[in-house]
């Protein structure tokens, strides 16, 4: 099923004439005490090779972000935000205090153990970020802190720490950050003996790092400084300058971006070169480092692959001649080729019917992740052993999420996973593999929840093709199902991206105020294995958006939800859905949150000079091509706004998001605003500090949340201003 080509011929047609003309540029929302923003219509050609089009507001791209007028505009954007906002202060306050007492002040996450030290994370009441610590031997010697999240974020608006790595003699430890949210992000080394930083240092890094096992030396992956895209790996030895630091791998292909780990035998550090649809592993002796990386099994189109190593063999995760990936083993014998599929040997072989995921690889036995019907469970299979022998731990809800740890010791005899549903806080438990004995080791506290109250199950609705699309849904035991209910529904649908059903504490303020949360796991996503994946990208991305709609109503004719009361919630390429969703059905919905939505889909996909893009020809296609340039000008968002009317939106994004730039939001709703015939909301927030993930503290997360929500509950109660709302082509039920 293709888009609506009428959308496309629309806009060819009105062009700039509909933006002149338009009723509401300019205009004002008769309940808000501010204007609404307008931003300068300034034609602008884009070209490609089917022809050029006009975009109006391709001034607000600036990549410097010192541009005036493209900074008076966010800033006048996130003023009439504030006036929007300004009436229902008093209840985002409230939900925010709800929220943070949901949330235990004091917290420690399950420690784990390696090279001889037990290490966690803790949280403290009224801290922002999270303390790194240890302790030697055993939990009940004296705490080391060795990374105080609160005391390095000093100064910042806005901090990540990510990748932190100790050396395997204790000694050091070394971790990224970024302070501005663009994925730029700097090493810091410590001394852990001293507690004195190091000057070893580096700019412009992702965030994976790797010691070597003389302890010293440190493997990083550092960026390409233009597209961002992780591309270098470097060798550093401690105390040495900069200069002698050595580029050990180079990928000069913009298609690929490079990740770098070490196997569990700690025996090799794995440089990972990860396209969509192919991989190619490279590994470098952990004990002698000059030798030069050999690749492991050369790159081929749609092969995927990972390897780990044992100490005596590789395990290998592969979709060769398996759509839904196998695993497999071979020897680590000298000499020989371990990339020779001759002598791969299945350990799990593949199911059609289950998607083999993450893999964990110990010396007694072997974990993976398995999803069938839609829901992930954890399977184990001890050494020697057959699939058939393998078990499973319980599941005790209609929809939950059950996900493995990957626990650093080769010789560790207990296999972890964490488990959590729509209405459980995550538990952690370890289960003794010879015995079957099972120990929880960490339970997420939830102050005041009782699980009890709440039900959640997990439904399906049938998509236009006949699809079954699966969704998860949570809602209070005493909501009514008649028909009243407000209803939130979240999606995503891209990369293969699965949207677990797994608690959050924020969602339980509607949930207690009659709402009704669900998760649509639309094509896009591989909920239903590999082929649910391939069905919901580059040219049939089509069938994210008719499953999200199809979800919709099948809710509302089946009285979970009012027909006059939907809202949808996308972010990033879940902003893409929404944003497409409301081109093609506005009707259906009371409001709708696209959170740093990737909206101006064939623009960013035709400039290779924009981070991400190269990567991802093969999700959303490459517009060079003549039929995929065609498809994708058929639903990008940005493309398909026409005068009409749509329901409240609010949009936000971060000025220093790397993955979605701000402009494509901002000259979104800046079309929008141009052509839209209704009275509702239309808000633009910009953090003006952030990137693609938001504001970094756990507190000021919260409060993300509670705003959003506030907005929801404000659209809520107010009026919807479009004429005879909801209409009669929106499903209504029985």
Same mark, same amino acid.
Request: proline content about 6%; aromatic content about 10%.
């Given at each position: 099923?293709?888009?609506?080509?009428?959308?496309?011929?629309?806009?060819?047609? +009105?062009?700039?004439?509909?933006?002149?003309?338009?009723?509401?540029?300019?205009?004002?929302?008769?309940?808000?005490?501010?204007?609404?923003?307008?931003?300068?219509?300034?034609?602008?050609?884009?070209?490609?090779?089917?022809?050029?089009?006009?975009?109006?507001?391709?001034?607000?791209?600036?990549?410097?972000?010192?541009?005036?007028?493209?900074?008076?505009?966010?800033?006048?954007?996130?003023?009439?935000?504030?006036?929007?906002?300004?009436?229902?202060?008093?209840?985002?306050?409230?939900?925010?205090?709800?929220?943070?007492?949901?949330?235990?002040?004091?917290?420690?996450?399950?420690?784990?153990?390696?090279?001889?030290?037990?290490?966690?994370?803790?949280?403290?009441?009224?801290?922002?970020?999270?303390?790194?610590?240890?302790?030697?031997?055993?939990?009940?010697?004296?705490?080391?802190?060795?990374?105080?999240?609160?005391?390095?974020?000093?100064?910042?608006?806005?901090?990540?720490?990510?990748?932190?790595?100790?050396?395997?003699?204790?000694?050091?430890?070394?971790?990224?950050?970024?302070?501005?949210?663009?994925?730029?992000?700097?090493?810091?080394?410590?001394?852990?003996?001293?507690?004195?930083?190091?000057?070893?240092?580096?700019?412009?890094?992702?965030?994976?790092?790797?010691?070597?096992?003389?302890?010293?030396?440190?493997?990083?992956?550092?960026?390409?400084?233009?597209?961002?895209?992780?591309?270098?790996?470097?060798?550093?030895?401690?105390?040495?300058?900069?200069?002698?630091?050595?580029?050990?791998?180079?990928?000069?292909?913009?298609?690929?971006?490079?990740?770098?780990?070490?196997?569990?035998?700690?025996?090799?550090?794995?440089?990972?070169?990860?396209?969509?649809?192919?991989?190619?592993?490279?590994?470098?002796?952990?004990?002698?480092?000059?030798?030069?990386?050999?690749?492991?099994?050369?790159?081929?189109?749609?092969?995927?692959?990972?390897?780990?190593?044992?100490?005596?063999?590789?395990?290998?995760?592969?979709?060769?001649?398996?759509?839904?990936?196998?695993?497999?083993?071979? +020897?680590?014998?000298?000499?020989?080729?371990?990339?020779?599929?001759?002598?791969?040997?299945?350990?799990?072989?593949?199911?059609?019917?289950?998607?083999?995921?993450?893999?964990?690889?110990?010396?007694?036995?072997?974990?993976?992740?398995?999803?069938?019907?839609?829901?992930?469970?954890?399977?184990?299979?001890?050494?020697?052993?057959?699939?058939?022998?393998?078990?499973?731990?319980?599941?005790?809800?209609?929809?939950?999420?059950?996900?493995?740890?990957?626990?650093?010791?080769?010789?560790?005899?207990?296999?972890?996973?964490?488990?959590?549903?729509?209405?459980?806080?995550?538990?952690?438990?370890?289960?003794?593999?010879?015995?079957?004995?099972?120990?929880?080791?960490?339970?997420?506290?939830?102050?005041?929840?009782?699980?009890?109250?709440?039900?959640?199950?997990?439904?399906?609705?049938?998509?236009?093709?006949?699809?079954?699309?699966?969704?998860?849904?949570?809602?209070?035991?005493?909501?009514?199902?008649?028909?009243?209910?407000?209803?939130?529904?979240?999606?995503?649908?891209?990369? *293969?991206?699965?949207?677990?059903?797994?608690?959050?504490?924020?969602?339980?303020?509607?949930?207690?105020?009659?709402?009704?949360?669900?998760?649509?796991?639309?094509?896009?996503?591989?909920?239903?294995?590999?082929?649910?994946?391939?069905?919901?990208?580059?040219?049939?991305?089509?069938?994210?958006?008719?499953?999200?709609?199809?979800?919709?109503?099948?809710?509302?004719?089946?009285?979970? +939800?009012?027909?006059?009361?939907?809202?949808?919630?996308?972010?990033?390429?879940?902003?893409?859905?929404?944003?497409?969703?409301?081109?093609?059905?506005?009707?259906?919905?009371?409001?709708?949150?696209?959170?740093?939505?990737?909206?101006?889909?064939?623009?960013?996909?035709?400039?290779?000079?924009?981070?991400?893009?190269?990567?991802?020809?093969?999700?959303?296609?490459?517009?060079?091509?003549?039929?995929?340039?065609?498809?994708?000008? *058929?639903?990008?968002?940005?493309?398909?706004?026409?005068?009409?009317?749509?329901?409240?939106?609010?949009?936000?994004?971060?000025?220093?998001?790397?993955?979605?730039?701000?402009?494509?939001?901002?000259?979104?709703? +800046?079309?929008?605003?141009?052509?839209?015939?209704?009275?509702?909301?239309?808000?633009?927030?910009?953090?003006?500090?952030?990137?693609? *993930?938001?504001?970094?503290?756990?507190?000021?997360?919260?409060?993300?949340?509670?705003?959003?929500?506030?907005?929801?509950?404000?659209?809520?109660?107010?009026?919807?201003?479009?004429?005879?709302?909801?209409?009669?082509?929106?499903?209504?039920?029985?």
């Amino acid at each position: 099923m293709r888009p609506r080509r009428g959308l496309v011929g629309l806009v060819a047609l +009105a062009g700039l004439h509909a933006l002149a003309a338009c009723p509401r540029g300019g205009g004002r929302n008769p309940d808000v005490a501010a204007p609404e923003p307008v931003a300068a219509v300034r034609p602008h050609d884009v070209p490609s090779p089917h022809g050029t089009r006009t975009d109006p507001y391709y001034w607000l791209r600036d990549d410097t972000r010192k541009d005036p007028d493209v900074l008076a505009y966010l800033e006048a954007e996130n003023r009439y935000a504030r006036a929007v906002m300004a009436p229902v202060r008093a209840t985002e306050k409230t939900l925010f205090a709800e929220m943070k007492a949901r949330q235990p002040e004091r917290d420690r996450s399950a420690p784990v153990f390696e090279h001889g030290y037990w290490y966690y994370v803790r949280w403290e009441p009224g801290l922002q970020h999270a303390i790194v610590a240890r302790k030697k031997g055993t939990m009940d010697a004296a705490e080391q802190v060795i990374l105080d999240e609160n005391v390095e974020a000093k100064g910042h608006t806005y901090y990540d720490a990510s990748g932190a790595e100790v050396s395997p003699d204790g000694r050091y430890l070394a971790w990224t950050e970024d302070t501005v949210g663009r994925r730029q992000r700097t090493l810091r080394v410590r001394d852990l003996i001293t507690g004195a930083d190091l000057p070893d240092t580096a700019t412009d890094l992702a965030s994976d790092l790797v010691w070597a096992n003389d302890s010293k030396t440190l493997f990083w992956v550092a960026n390409d400084r233009t597209t961002l895209r992780s591309r270098y790996v470097t060798r550093h030895v401690l105390g040495t300058p900069a200069a002698s630091d050595v580029v050990v791998y180079d990928e000069a292909d913009e298609t690929f971006y490079t990740g770098l780990d070490i196997t569990k035998s700690r025996r090799y550090v794995t440089i990972t070169l990860e396209s969509t649809l192919s991989t190619e592993v490279w590994l470098i002796d952990a004990d002698h480092l000059a030798a030069p990386p050999r690749v492991f099994r050369p790159r081929e189109r749609d092969h995927e692959y990972t390897v780990d190593h044992d100490g005596a063999r590789f395990v290998i995760l592969t979709n060769w001649s398996a759509t839904n990936f196998r695993i497999m083993e071979v +020897a680590d014998v000298a000499g020989a080729d371990p990339g020779d599929r001759a002598a791969w040997r299945d350990l799990v072989p593949h199911d059609a019917d289950a998607l083999v995921g993450g893999m964990v690889v110990y010396k007694d036995f072997l974990a993976w992740e398995e999803r069938r019907g839609g829901q992930q469970r954890v399977r184990v299979m001890p050494r020697g052993s057959r699939v058939a022998d393998a078990f499973t731990p319980e599941a005790d809800d209609p929809a939950f999420a059950m996900s493995l740890e990957d626990t650093p010791e080769l010789d560790s005899k207990a296999v972890r996973w964490s488990y959590t549903s729509l209405t459980l806080p995550e538990i952690t438990y370890e289960l003794d593999v010879a015995t079957r004995a099972r120990t929880v080791v960490d339970e997420t506290p939830a102050p005041g929840h009782d699980r009890t109250r709440y039900v959640s199950e997990y439904l399906h609705a049938t998509a236009p093709d006949g699809a079954a699309v699966p969704i998860s849904l949570v809602r209070r035991k005493d909501t009514p199902l008649d028909g009243t209910a407000p209803l939130l529904l979240y999606g995503y649908g891209a990369y *293969g991206v699965n949207l677990d059903p797994s608690f959050a504490l924020e969602e339980m303020s509607l949930l207690d105020r009659g709402w009704i949360y669900a998760i649509a796991h639309v094509r896009g996503g591989s909920e239903l294995g590999r082929p649910w994946y391939e069905h919901g990208r580059r040219l049939e991305k089509i069938n994210t958006f008719t499953d999200f709609i199809a979800v919709t109503e099948h809710l509302v004719a089946t009285r979970y +939800a009012a027909r006059d009361q939907v809202f949808a919630l996308g972010g990033s390429a879940g902003g893409l859905l929404v944003g497409t969703v409301l081109n093609l059905r506005p009707e259906l919905y009371r409001g709708v949150l696209a959170a740093v939505p990737f909206v101006d889909a064939v623009t960013t996909m035709l400039d290779a000079s924009i981070p991400l893009t190269t990567n991802e020809y093969d999700e959303w296609g490459n517009p060079a091509e003549r039929a995929v340039y065609d498809y994708m000008l *058929g639903y990008s968002p940005y493309d398909n706004v026409t005068v009409r009317e749509y329901p409240s939106i609010l949009v936000t994004t971060g000025l220093w998001d790397s993955q979605v730039q701000y402009f494509e939001p901002a000259k979104w709703v +800046a079309r929008l605003r141009a052509l839209r015939t209704d009275e509702n909301l239309l808000v633009l927030e910009t953090d003006m500090s952030a990137g693609h *993930g938001g504001k970094s503290g756990r507190y000021d997360e919260l409060g993300e949340w509670a705003h959003r929500y506030a907005f929801f509950l404000h659209v809520s109660a107010r009026p919807d201003a479009r004429a005879g709302w909801p209409r009669a082509g929106a499903a209504a039920a029985p």
